[in-house]
């Protein structure tokens, strides 16, 4: 009943999983800027190729990554739509009643669904090749300058890797009340969407109220365990900057450098 | 003996109306001994286990541990790395990502340089039987295999005890035997002092000695012989007493008379198949 694609992480040897998580999160997050500079064929080409170029070498089969966006097609098609019919400009190219498509809007909005495409292409890579710790100790580590400022980077790193930590015991706990519900005769699959709703509140409280009785015992126990913040406190995992790291920050600029030339130059 | 916990005169309570959960308890931890605490629900034993590590401060009376007072907040760090503490629930004392990321939390927290905690984090798996599953995540492991993770945390930590507050009572059987043969060995092979606060009595049989607890005072102490010698006092404060003693005391009320040494089913079995014996 619970398939979560997001924030899966597959374990395998490439030379994308081997990267440090800081240059792939760094990579990731320009990535998602320079996507807005493309706005011609050709650099939407080049934005399409580095993805599968990013899938090719991070050797997770393209079907596991399609099936992944599936979820998302509805919103995608969305988008698709709603700026097909609603932008104008160019040649009329097709009319149906109130409707109107302009050539212009056609191609924005095949450059617009690129754009969200390769995003989240590009994003679920980086949490497929990297394991939630990764992400979350590089995080903590490219966010540590804003310590100085008195920012609880430490403390937001460990509440996320946490929630991480507790989202599978969590479903499995909806899972079982979910089950003592049902036995209980509670209906969760039928019936009006108003009554639907109405069956989700005896799931949610039992599971807010167990929620929050395992905070209380996980702070006591992090506690008894020496927990004290930040200070003082010495890490078992190093994040290592590697040439390949260096390679992949290269390949960046490279990638940033074409996009702005494509743009400039007005190609087509 | 050398005493590692000493216990005086505490008494405390949750809040100002409450009755004292914790009424004037004396007691010692001896080192290297099993030492079990037991009583009924609300007797006050897991807020005593409370007090041992600072968690909670008495408001009466001292705790020390190892020469550290616990009421002086510069040891507290120090008196939680030397006494343990495993709890009931083995979800919700399970802070790392993975085996491995669990056993290194207790040591990134006190500090513990990057090479030793690699070390002594391979040591602590080995100790417990872990050592294969150091890359698994916590929900494919059974309670029991979190329980003994949880134990590798504190081996790691190289303690004084390890105290376990109900640490079996939600396995099934098949962990709880794994937990008690795991924590035996360490007893036994290398020295490391155990207190089990438990409601089971039949796990309390074995240990070296055993406190009763009942509304917050230390009603009885002694060795396990000494304690089920008189199990109407047991009985009397709501524990369930082991098969064994439970079966020789109704041997005894049919005129069958055994000596009262017998505490396990084994030592029962025993007695019972030499009885006849003349020999």
């Known amino acids: 009943m619970f398939n979560l694609v997001i924030g899966q992480y597959v374990p395998m040897e490439s030379r994308v999983h081997r990267l440090d998580p800081r240059s792939k999160l760094i990579s990731v997050f320009l990535f998602v800027i320079i996507v807005f500079l493309a706005n011609s064929w050709l650099a939407n080409i080049v934005l399409l190729l580095f993805c599968y170029a990013g899938i090719l070498e991070s050797r997770i089969s393209l079907p596991f990554i399609f099936r992944g966006l599936r979820s998302i097609l509805v919103i995608i098609l969305f988008t698709f739509f709603l700026n ?145 913040g930040d200070t003082g406190r010495t890490r078992l995992h190093k994040l290592v900057w590697n040439r390949r790291d260096t390679v992949m920050m290269m390949i960046m600029a490279l990638l940033a450098a074409i996009l702005i030339l494509v743009r400039v130059s007005g190609c087509w | 003996m050398e005493k590692i916990i000493e216990v005086s005169g ?135 295999q979190k329980q003994r993770v949880a134990i590798a945390g504190i081996v790691a930590l190289q303690p004084l005890i390890v105290i376990l507050d109900e640490a079996t009572s939600m396995l099934d059987p098949e962990g709880r035997r794994e937990i008690i043969k795991t924590m035996r060995t360490l007893n036994k092979e290398h020295g490391l002092t155990v207190l089990s606060i438990t409601h089971d009595l039949e796990e309390a049989v074995n240990s070296d000695r055993i406190l009763v607890m009942n509304r917050g005072k230390v009603v009885r102490e002694g060795s396990p012989r000494e304690i089920f010698k008189t199990p109407e006092l047991l009985e009397k404060i709501g524990l369930d007493l082991p098969l064994a003693i439970k079966l020789r005391r109704l041997l005894n009320q049919r005129g069958i008379s055994l000596q009262d040494t017998a505490l396990t089913q084994e030592d029962l079995v025993n007695e019972l198949w030499t009885l006849r014996s003349t020999m």
């Open chain 1, 84 to 228: 097909l019919f609603f932008s104008s400009g160019g040649r009329l190219l097709l009319s149906l009643g109130w409707i109107h498509i302009y050539q212009n809007a056609l191609i924005q909005s095949v450059f617009i669904v690129i754009r969200i495409l390769v995003i989240i292409v590009v994003t679920t890579l980086l949490t497929l090749t990297t394991s939630p710790m990764e992400i979350t100790d590089g995080m903590e580590n490219l966010l540590s300058p804003f310590k100085k400022i008195k920012l609880p980077v430490h403390e937001f790193a460990l509440m996320m890797s946490i929630s991480l930590r507790f989202i599978p015991t969590l479903l499995e706990e909806t899972e079982k009340i979910i089950k003592a519900q049902a036995a209980r005769g509670s209906d969760f699959t039928s019936g009006s969407l108003k009554n639907r709703m109405k069956a989700i509140v005896p799931l949610l409280v039992p599971l807010f109220v167990s929620a929050f009785k395992r905070a209380e015992d996980l702070a006591m126990a992090m506690e008894a365990r020496g927990y004290h």
């Open chain 2, 10 to 144: 505490v008494s405390y309570f949750y809040a100002e109306d409450d009755p004292w959960v914790l009424d004037d308890v004396t007691l010692s931890v001896n080192k290297g001994e099993w030492l079990s605490i037991i009583g009924h629900n609300g007797s006050g034993k897991s807020t005593l286990a409370k007090c041992l590590n600072g968690l909670i401060v008495p408001q009466k009376g001292s705790v020390r541990v190892g020469g550290f007072d616990t009421k002086d907040e510069t040891n507290i760090w120090e008196i939680r790395r030397l006494v343990g503490m495993v709890f009931q629930n083995p979800d919700n004392q399970f802070v790392g990502a993975t085996v491995r990321d669990d056993v290194a939390f207790g040591m990134e927290n006190h500090g513990i340089p990057r090479e030793k905690m690699i070390d002594r984090l391979a040591q602590s798996l080995r100790l417990v039987k872990m050592e294969k599953f150091a890359d698994s995540e916590p929900h494919r492991l059974s309670g029991g």
